[in-house]
């Protein structure tokens, strides 16, 4: 008998690991975590998968340590890793907006622009990306490694913070504006270039990809079916906005057809009294786990 195949996938612990093991349910695979919190047995067999933290996990990747994993852009940057970039998630921990690394300073501070940065110390997680952002600024500042609530740390501290936000209410919370923006991150499904190359492996790791994007692009769109006089078809369906055209089947009664389209979710309020009015019937909203575009 064959050994059982399988990739070992890592997947963030901390802030992002709700999100991400949510994602992933949607997309099918479901997780329990161990009781060292640090072990996920997943229901496919294929898959071995380890929470770590996604600072790390571009390196660990890089050596092979794991075939994948799912890690924020700006870590794959800061480790420098050469990884294989499989996919684009486009969520974040509370949002499916991009994230945001920026320089922030006390709302009291002198510092308006990145120039008045020259010879002052700041603090962040994000080290190397930092000073490279500096030196292309032509400015030169002492840049120290933050362990962490680097947002309390500024004036007593240090005079700056480099810090992630995704909506800004921390940084508020704390007395604190942003000078400007270093970089734009996002989540990524990353591989191993060895592991790419294994034909199985990147097929697997493909369709990982594949489904955490279709649970991604379900998330602010409903599935909406309804029953529709055929004298009405025409109307009603102009008032459908669709991924692609509605699917038409044929109902017992020759003079009515069932009729199912995919819409965005804001769009279900105003148009079901609309499609009501024009004849519909039968009306039905049901949420969607996967839309593969």
């Given at each position: 008998?064959?050994?059982?195949?399988?990739?070992?996938?890592?997947?963030?612990?901390?802030?992002?690991?709700?999100?991400?093991?949510?994602?992933?349910?949607?997309?099918?695979?479901?997780?329990?975590?161990?009781?060292?919190?640090?072990?996920?047995?997943?229901?496919?067999?294929?898959?071995?998968?380890?929470?770590?933290?996604?600072?790390?996990?571009?390196?660990?990747?890089?050596?092979?340590?794991?075939?994948?994993?799912?890690?924020?852009?700006?870590?794959?940057?800061?480790?420098?890793?050469?990884v294989v970039?499989?996919?684009?998630?486009?969520?974040?921990?509370?949002?499916?907006?991009?994230?945001?690394?920026?320089?922030?300073?006390?709302?009291?501070?002198?510092?308006?622009?990145?120039?008045?940065?020259?010879?002052?110390?700041?603090?962040?997680?994000?080290?190397?990306?930092?000073?490279?952002?500096?030196?292309?600024?032509?400015?030169?500042?002492?840049?120290?490694?933050?362990?962490?609530?680097?947002?309390?740390?500024?004036?007593?501290?240090?005079?700056?913070?480099?810090?992630?936000?995704?909506?800004?209410?921390?940084?508020r919370a704390?007395?604190?504006?942003?000078?400007?923006?270093?970089?734009?991150?996002?989540?990524?499904?990353?591989?191993?270039?060895?592991?790419?190359?294994?034909?199985?492996?990147?097929?697997?790791?493909?369709?990982?990809?594949?489904?955490?994007?279709?649970?991604?692009?379900?998330?602010?769109?409903?599935?909406?079916?309804?029953?529709?006089?055929?004298?009405?078809?025409?109307?009603?369906?102009?008032?459908?906005?669709?991924?692609?055209?509605?699917?038409?089947?044929?109902?017992?009664?020759?003079?009515?057809?069932?009729?199912?389209?995919?819409?965005?979710?804001?769009?279900?309020?105003?148009?079901?009294?609309?499609?009501?009015?024009a004849g519909?019937?039968?009306?039905?909203?049901?949420?969607?786990?996967?839309?593969?575009?």
């Amino acid at each position: 008998m064959d050994k059982q195949k399988f990739i070992r996938l890592a997947l963030p612990k901390g802030s992002l690991q709700q999100a991400t093991i949510s994602l992933m349910e949607k997309a099918g695979f479901h997780f329990k975590i161990g009781t060292r919190a640090y072990q996920a047995e997943c229901n496919d067999p294929e898959i071995k998968a380890v929470l770590i933290r996604p600072q790390e996990m571009p390196r660990y990747v890089a050596q092979g340590v794991f075939d994948a994993g799912i890690t924020g852009l700006d870590w794959v940057k800061e480790n420098n890793a050469e990884v294989v970039e499989v996919e684009t998630l486009s969520y974040s921990k509370s949002s499916l907006r991009p994230v945001k690394w920026v320089v922030a300073v006390p709302n009291d501070s002198s510092i308006k622009s990145v120039k008045d940065l020259q010879g002052k110390r700041i603090a962040t997680e994000l080290v190397n990306i930092s000073r490279q952002y500096l030196a292309e600024q032509g400015v030169e500042a002492e840049v120290e490694f933050s362990w962490g609530a680097t947002e309390v740390k500024p004036p007593e501290l240090c005079d700056a913070i480099i810090e992630l936000t995704e909506t800004g209410s921390s940084l508020r919370a704390n007395n604190l504006r942003v000078v400007d923006v270093v970089m734009e991150s996002c989540t990524k499904l990353i591989a191993n270039k060895s592991s790419w190359q294994d034909d199985w492996k990147r097929k697997k790791i493909e369709n990982i990809g594949l489904l955490l994007r279709s649970a991604i692009d379900a998330v602010d769109r409903v599935g909406l079916k309804m029953n529709v006089p055929k004298s009405k078809l025409e109307a009603i369906t102009k008032l459908l906005p669709a991924i692609t055209a509605p699917t038409v089947s044929p109902l017992a009664d020759e003079d009515w057809v069932a009729l199912e389209t995919i819409l965005q979710e804001q769009e279900v309020r105003q148009l079901i009294p609309e499609l009501k009015r024009a004849g519909a019937t039968g009306i039905i909203e049901y949420p969607l786990n996967k839309v593969i575009i």
